[in-house]
């Protein structure tokens, strides 16, 4: 298991930025690693999914185009940014780390292979 902190995140206007940082306290390249995001009454839903080796990123088709994942390996760090932001894509964002070493189906994800999860971070898009 990892330890994961997370940052970033806030209030911003529609069609603004943000960007979140989710730093972890072990190899993240030896884990596939997620963002999860969850509103309030809602259930946690994938967000975006880089499979532990580097090779392939996934997006939920709400977001493709506008976040990107990407990862420091130097670090044990991933990043969300996240760009022109919609009122919604407000809720509780969170990193997940999943053991790597076979290839992960985001498409059919299940959140009970992620054993490590970050503290959450909000985010809030303002119309």
């Known amino acids: 298991q990892l330890t994961l902190v997370q940052s970033g995140g806030g209030v911003v206007q529609a069609g603004g930025s943000l960007r979140l940082s989710c730093a972890a306290s072990?190899?993240?390249?030896?884990?596939?690693m997620a963002w999860f995001r969850q509103a309030p009454g809602q259930e946690r839903e994938f967000v975006a999914g880089?499979?532990?080796?580097?090779?392939?990123?996934t997006y939920s088709d709400s977001v493709e185009g506008r976040f990107t994942h990407s990862r420091d390996v130097a670090r044990n760090t991933v990043f969300l940014q996240m760009d022109s932001l919609k009122p919604e894509d407000t809720a509780m964002y969170y990193c997940?780390?999943?053991?790597?070493?076979?290839?992960?189906?985001?498409?059919?994800?299940?959140?009970?292979?992620?054993?490590?999860w970050g503290q959450g971070t909000q985010v809030t898009v303002s119309s």
């Open positions: 880089a499979q532990w080796n580097g090779v392939g990123t």
């Open positions: 072990g190899r993240t390249a030896d884990y596939h």
């Open positions: 997940g780390a999943s053991w790597g070493g076979q290839p992960m189906d985001f498409t059919r994800i299940d959140l009970r292979l992620f054993d490590s």
